[in-house]
């Protein structure tokens, strides 16, 4: 794994980063095993049933499943240090404009849109996240993503 393009030396530094964007990741295939992974933790419907992804020819990545994988792909591009506990505080305007195929290849880059104190000497960052689809013009998703970090 490559190391993080941005690195934030405390949670009171975070204001200096905003506006600041990193990445893309590396390519990530979202093949048909992590689709029916996906289906089967959420409840998203019965991989065995017919139009259930088991090849590439199956329908399209489900949406969710994208945004589920911004909790792993985050670290791999920014990393805060000073934090104790992160919580997840919410997503805002999301966008599905590209459907991913199953078995297609992801990368994803994101940009420090705000950073908010908090009690406590806490901080809220809010981050545009992008996902690019290969091989595809425009994006496949973007959305608004909001953590809490606590000292």
Not at 10 to 19: E, H, I, M, N, P
Not at 85 to 108: E, H, K, Q, T, Y
Not at 133 to 141: K, P
Request: charged share 20%; proline share 8%; glycine share 14%.
């Amino acid at each position: 794994m490559a190391s993080p393009l941005l690195v934030m030396e405390s949670l009171a530094a975070t204001r200096r980063y905003v506006g600041t964007s990193v990445g893309p990741t590396d390519w990530l295939e979202i093949d048909a095993a992590r689709v029916r992974r996906f289906l089967e933790a959420t409840g998203g419907g019965d991989p065995g049933a017919k139009g259930a992804p088991s090849d590439a020819s199956a329908p399209g990545v489900p949406g969710m499943l994208l945004l589920s994988l911004i909790p792993t792909l985050l670290p791999r591009l920014v990393v805060i240090e000073g934090w104790t506990r992160g919580v997840n505080a919410g997503i805002d305007d999301c966008r599905f404009l590209s459907p991913v195929p199953v078995g297609g290849r992801v990368r994803m880059s994101v940009e420090l849109l705000r950073a908010r104190g908090m009690p406590g000497g806490g901080v809220r960052l809010s981050f545009v996240v992008r996902f690019e689809l290969e091989g595809a013009e425009g994006l496949a998703c973007t959305s608004q993503v909001h953590y809490a970090y606590f000292p």
